[in-house]
């Protein structure tokens, strides 16, 4: 990293008085594993208007469904019945009615279940902390795929987990089981984002799935399958989910083995915080109670508006955002094409936010941000924050996410031009 991108991430001193106490040796073991992401630090900064940036895997703020959300608040709000609910406590589960929407649409999406078998949470990102809580103690293993979503680790880091990333080949090709889990905590707990992942924007195919849940009983795993942009699919046809089949192989959800992680963020708004939990009752049971604990319950008011907004018109509004975010890719995917050197490649989503990129090995993603922010005002997110193990530092992230068409073109071009003086450096 460059010096004077190196200055932007170092925190200015300041001066420490002699009564200052001694924190670091206070705080508790496990947050010797919670540490700041240098990358995230470094995104943060990358606010500047002539900085075209494909960092930011966030949704485009034009697509927000801004008045639907209006209406629901002004029409909650003025009804004397709904408003004393909606600005009071509720309870843990999650409100009713959000939760049979949920079931019910999950059931036609092939995982037939009931609001019994869903907990609303404050995003997905939070049920991976509660999953943790519930399921990791200290030296646990977690299965992880190569490269794997960083909030995960995030997640799971405070349960101080040992991570154990599949190697890219494993379910499609198979893999020794037995080497892989020697010296480590039997049952590990396995997180993966079947559709569209962040960082990758790859899919599992249906034999993969299969092959996952195939060796979740041979390893006894349990399993926590983020859908998070599951309804983002803007080509191709769509494959059942992992806790779909698991449900059809195990007779009824309350037997299987999966959980099931959606969320409201990518396709209403991150900020209402909604996101749900899926999976056996028994685990279910448990979840509410470590949801009481940590925050009580999802804000009732936000779960109202959802609830109004995802029954009307929800589909119509998916359609325009898969319409919106595949046009983006398409280009995204054209410039590429059009563009990059030889010995470069990327993946090709059919849906979500993201398109990885494979770089020429010794061509390190950190090194090259530092440069791209310098020489080409362009910037994306470093691979290797992603690998939980094994780092591949020759690998980017990108976003269509956000960047209009011109942007990502402009964009494109000017990584484009400083991959190829990397590569001929
Ligand atoms: N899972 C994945 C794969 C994500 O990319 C994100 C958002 N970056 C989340 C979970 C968390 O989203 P939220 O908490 O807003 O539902």
Redesign the pocket.
């Known amino acids: 990293m460059s010096s004077s991108v190196r200055t932007l991430i170092t925190p200015m001193t300041t001066q420490t008085s002699e009564r200052a106490q001694d924190w670091a040796g206070r705080f508790s073991e496990r947050m010797s594993r919670v540490r700041a992401s240098e990358i995230r630090e470094l995104l943060k900064l990358l606010d500047q208007p002539d900085i075209l940036s494909f960092a930011g895997?966030i949704p485009d703020p034009g697509l927000f469904p801004a008045q639907e959300i209006q209406k629901g608040y002004d029409a909650i709000l003025a009804d004397p019945v709904l408003s004393r609910q909606a600005l009071q406590y509720s309870v843990s589960e999650g409100y009713l009615p959000l939760r049979q929407w949920i079931a019910e649409r999950m059931t036609r999406d092939g995982m037939p279940c009931g609001p019994d078998n869903i907990m609303l949470t404050a995003?997905?990102?939070q049920a991976l902390d509660l999953i943790g809580k519930l399921f990791l103690t200290k030296g646990d293993t977690v299965m992880v795929a190569r490269p794997t979503?960083l909030?995960a680790l995030q997640a799971f880091n405070g349960y101080e987990p040992a991570y154990l990333d599949l190697p890219e080949t494993a379910l499609s090709q198979g893999v020794d089981e037995a080497a892989l889990m020697a010296g480590r905590a039997p049952r590990p707990l396995g997180y993966f984002?079947p559709d569209f992942a962040?960082p990758t924007g790859v899919s599992l195919t249906l034999a993969e799935r299969e092959a996952l849940l195939a060796m979740a009983d041979r390893l006894d795993m349990t399993l926590v399958e983020?859908a998070?942009y599951r309804e983002l699919r803007f080509a191709g046809e769509a494959t059942p989910t992992v806790l779909g089949l698991d449900i059809t192989r195990s007779g009824g959800i309350d037997n299987a083995r999966t959980l099931f992680l959606g969320?409201l963020?990518k396709t209403l708004s991150?900020a209402l915080r909604i996101?749900w939990v899926c999976g056996p009752k028994a685990v279910i049971e448990k979840l509410v109670l470590l949801k009481q604990g940590a925050d009580l319950h999802v804000s009732t008011i936000n779960q109202m508006v959802a609830h109004r907004a995802v029954t009307e018109g929800y589909d119509q509004h998916l359609h325009r955002l898969r319409g919106a975010y595949g046009a983006k890719a398409r280009v995204m995917l054209a410039a590429l094409e059009r563009t990059m050197p030889k010995g470069v490649t990327w993946s090709h989503p059919e849906g979500g936010m993201f398109v990885w990129i494979d770089l020429p090995e010794g061509i390190d993603g950190a090194a090259l941000l530092a440069r791209a922010i310098e020489e080409e005002r362009v910037a994306f997110v470093p691979g290797a924050p992603f690998f939980a193990e094994n780092q591949t530092p020759n690998a980017i992230r990108l976003s269509y996410s956000l960047p209009t068409d011109a942007q990502i073109e402009e964009g494109v071009q000017r990584l484009a031009r400083l991959i190829g003086k990397a590569i001929n450096a």
Do not use: K, L
Request: glycine share 28%; hydrophobic share 15%; no cysteine.
């Open positions: 895997g995003g997905s990102q979503y909030g984002v962040n983020d998070a969320t963020s991150p996101g």
